[in-house]
């Protein structure tokens, strides 16, 4: 039978709208945090990044929200585009595995035109 | 910059046969990542080398998986023998240490699509 796979959580919304990606992660201990996006057939690609200092750092179109206290993360997305649809990854980091990111399972973003 | 370059970016073999994938770094990056991706487990990290050497191993799955770093601008992924559920998708990443915040991001290649009948 057919082997029961990796449900990655999905959002849809309408191009012009604004998105917001969530991503819990799991180590208190991190202090560096990144998004990337990958689009089908594609590696994944840097987008922005955070350390545990900040709360909020923006670039273009995108804005990452970090809350230490509960442990989340969030992307947010400007003006989504249909270019904007891929799989979004949030990606965590502590100086005890230095250049070792621990990934999570994924959002897929889908704009519609 | 060309990129992180991998090959094949495609590949099929049966199982019980030795599978190799390359991996060429962007020019003057010190790190290397090997990582696998499937539908199951989504990305895992396998093998990072700094310098050519390899510093974290703890993600090769088992001892049928090898990598090498020969220099700073080839690396490979050996499987010998491979099996069906070695089917995933392989990524190789390379970053420049002195990047900001003394952590760069990570520069992801295309990834080479492998599939063991």
């Known amino acids: 039978g057919e082997s029961v796979g990796l449900h990655l959580p999905t959002l849809s919304v309408q191009e012009g709208d604004n998105s917001i990606i969530n991503c819990a992660y799991s180590?208190?201990?991190?202090?560096?945090f990144i998004w990337y996006k990958q689009e089908s057939g594609k590696g994944p690609q840097f987008i922005i990044d955070i350390r545990s200092n900040m709360d909020k750092r923006q670039g273009q179109r995108v804005t990452v929200l970090l809350n230490k206290t509960v442990k989340h993360l969030s992307l947010q997305i400007a003006a989504t585009q249909p270019g904007d649809s891929a799989v979004y990854f949030c990606a965590e980091n502590n100086d005890t595995g230095f250049q070792k990111l621990v990934f999570g399972t994924g959002t897929r973003l889908l704009v519609s035109p | 910059d060309a990129g992180v370059i991998q090959s094949p970016r495609h590949e099929v073999t049966e199982m019980g046969q030795e599978v190799t994938l390359r991996c060429k770094p962007i020019?003057?990056?010190?790190?290397l990542f090997w990582y696998r991706q499937t539908m199951m487990r989504g990305l895992e990290l396998l093998i990072y080398?700094?310098?050519?050497?390899?510093?974290?191993d703890s993600g090769m799955p088992e001892d049928r998986f090898s990598a090498k770093m020969p220099n700073a601008s080839f690396s490979t992924l050996k499987i010998q023998p491979s099996e069906p559920r070695d089917s995933a998708v392989y990524f190789c990443a390379s970053i420049n240490q002195l990047g900001l915040w003394g952590r760069d991001t990570q520069y992801f290649g295309p990834g080479t699509r492998l599939t063991v009948l």
């Open positions: 180590n208190s201990a991190s202090d560096y």
């Open positions: 020019s003057g990056h010190d790190y």
């Open positions: 080398f700094n310098n050519n050497v390899p510093i974290d």
